[in-house]
């Protein structure tokens, strides 16, 4: 007996998804393409436009390692051009494995927002939505999903205002860091982005169009916030605003011992009085760490920071920033010199900078130039981020910075806590179960150079502290999250997957978006 048409289907299909998967993995580049596709799409009534051909921009990221090309990127003239592209989708049924992924600025990390044979959006390209700022006792902004943080900054501060909370890099979009979190220096005061959103525009997997606030639609609204593009794609954000200061002190200090770096972040970021952005990042085996500082921070003893050896030693550097106003320098720097007095850092290695708050904010765009003039920015970028319990910590850094870690000059390691209490356990952001836990991010890069193991020794460097994080029962929680199969992700939820799969099943019933986050596969064709 011939096998039927269905039969057929579900079988193309099935090994469609074992490559998808297996390429996944690998981080093949590959052109994944449906024939019916264009001819379908070609249909389509819009505002701006679709695009067939050179779709490569599509499937790369930050990360540099997976490459998954589209069968076609939708540049939006509008939001009605997204509804209509996924209802059009949605419509298709089981049918197609057409799937859809909103893309930022390209920065997600293991092609979270890649569609393999399916469909990008081009979310900078969204037409339609002007930011818009709101003064008054609750001050916001109106800003696009496309828009970039660095953008929504330079608006708000036109009217002295400005986000209450932050990432380090700024060029990145705004529905792509709430569709994670938004995590900062602030973070421990504030709390992460999804703490400080008033309301969002959202388009479901259905291609229905949705204003959503703790008021209204309530469910789509905590569940898109840091729900990973599971659930709707962010067209429209309303960000909290507070008063913006016109200057930063930024000030550096180093610490040899782990216990202390870590109590005096647990103390700062409990107080009342303290200071308004608190980072911390590891060194290990480096050299001539303050010479690189001196550029744009200044040494409050010159003779003894000239004397700082910090060859071959685990050092921590914590980081902090006081805001102020040019009329409040006097007052500001009696509270720094007090904050300062309660801190047991190595009194030669104090580091200070004045510089304004958009200066300050931007930073990491400075470092941006600097490594594209070297053609060292579009590198692979085998980040780790982590959150790791406050009652876990001293083991993990033990373990981590003591033997798996012999240097850090692949890139940065940040190491900071943060305040449960400020983030709102009905988003669908995943986090460790204690009021205080540290966020330990490996920012490595691995250029192409005569050395070609960079990456792989890398990557088993990341193995091996997530081994010992499973193995020692940590009780770690990924942040940006990279999961392979539906087990891992279900242990990533734990308790809360039940409702995350609810959600889905609510909202995007086909699985159609995001399918790089590699945590639903549409379904296949039923007989």
């Not at 794609?233 to 782990?258: C, G, H, N, Q």
């Not at 700082?308 to 550097?317: A, V, W």
């Not at 992700?489 to 909202?507: C, D, L, P, V």
Request: glycine share 6%.
């Amino acid at each position: 007996m011939r096998p039927s048409p269905m039969h057929f289907l579900r079988t193309h299909t099935a090994n469609y998804l074992k490559l998808f998967i297996a390429l996944l993995i690998s981080g093949i580049t590959m052109h994944i393409s449906d024939p019916d596709v264009p001819s379908s799409l070609k249909m389509l009534i819009l505002d701006g436009h679709l695009r067939f051909d050179d779709v490569s921009l599509a499937a790369k990221d930050f990360g540099n390692r997976y490459q998954l090309l589209p069968s076609a990127v939708l540049y939006p003239g509008s939001v009605s051009d997204i509804s209509t592209t996924i209802k059009h989708i949605f419509q298709l049924g089981g049918n197609s494995m057409l799937t859809v992924a909103a893309r930022g600025h390209g920065h997600s990390l293991q092609g979270q927002a890649q569609a393999p044979g399916g469909i990008v959006i081009q979310m900078e390209s969204l037409q339609g939505i002007k930011p818009q700022v709101h003064a008054g006792e609750f001050p916001y902004i109106d800003v696009s999903g496309g828009d970039l943080w660095i953008n929504v900054l330079h608006e708000s501060l036109k009217h002295g205002l400005a986000p209450k909370s932050w990432t380090d890099y700024l060029h990145l979009t705004v529905g792509g860091t709430l569709s994670n979190a938004g995590i900062s220096g602030q973070a421990f005061h504030h709390g992460p982005q999804i703490s400080n959103i008033y309301q969002l525009e959202i388009i479901t997997g259905k291609g229905d169009v949705h204003n959503c606030s703790a008021e209204q639609n309530s469910d789509l609204f905590y569940a898109v916030l840091g729900g990973l593009g599971q659930f709707g794609i962010i067209t429209r954000a309303r960000i909290a605003l507070e008063p913006a200061p016109k200057m930063v002190k930024w000030i550096r200090v180093l610490y040899s011992d782990f216990a202390s770096f870590s109590e005096d972040q647990e103390m700062l970021i409990s107080a009342q009085n303290t200071f308004d952005y608190i980072e911390g990042f590891v060194i290990i085996n480096r050299t001539g760490l303050l010479n690189n500082w001196r550029s744009s921070f200044k040494p409050q003893d010159p003779v003894q920071a000239s004397q700082f050896e910090s060859d071959g030693r685990i050092l921590f550097c914590l980081e902090m920033t006081k805001n102020f106003n040019p009329d409040e320098t006097e007052i500001m720097n009696k509270e720094v010199d007090m904050l300062l007095s309660r801190l047991r850092y190595t009194p030669s290695t104090l580091f200070q900078s004045e510089v304004t708050y958009l200066e300050f904010l931007d930073r990491v765009h400075v470092s941006e130039v600097k490594l594209r003039s070297k053609g060292l920015w579009e590198v692979p970028h085998p980040w780790l981020n982590l959150l790791i319990p406050r009652s876990r910590i001293h083991e993990f850094a033990r373990e981590v910075f003591g033997i798996i870690l012999q240097d850090s000059n692949n890139g940065p390691i940040l190491l900071y806590p943060v305040n449960k209490s400020k983030w709102d356990n009905r988003t669908s952001a995943v986090i460790p179960d204690e009021e205080v836990f540290y966020l330990v991010a490996f920012l490595s890069s691995a250029p192409c150079t005569s050395d070609h193991d960079i990456l792989e020794h890398v990557l088993k460097q990341n193995n091996k502290i997530l081994e010992f994080c499973n193995h020692a029962k940590i009780g770690m929680k990924q942040y940006l999250p990279h999961y392979t199969t539906k087990e891992e992700w279900k242990a990533h939820f734990g308790a809360r997957w039940e409702i995350f799969a609810q959600r889905k099943n609510k909202y995007d019933p086909l699985s159609i978006l995001a399918p790089g986050q590699r945590i639903f596969h549409k379904a296949l064709p039923s007989s």
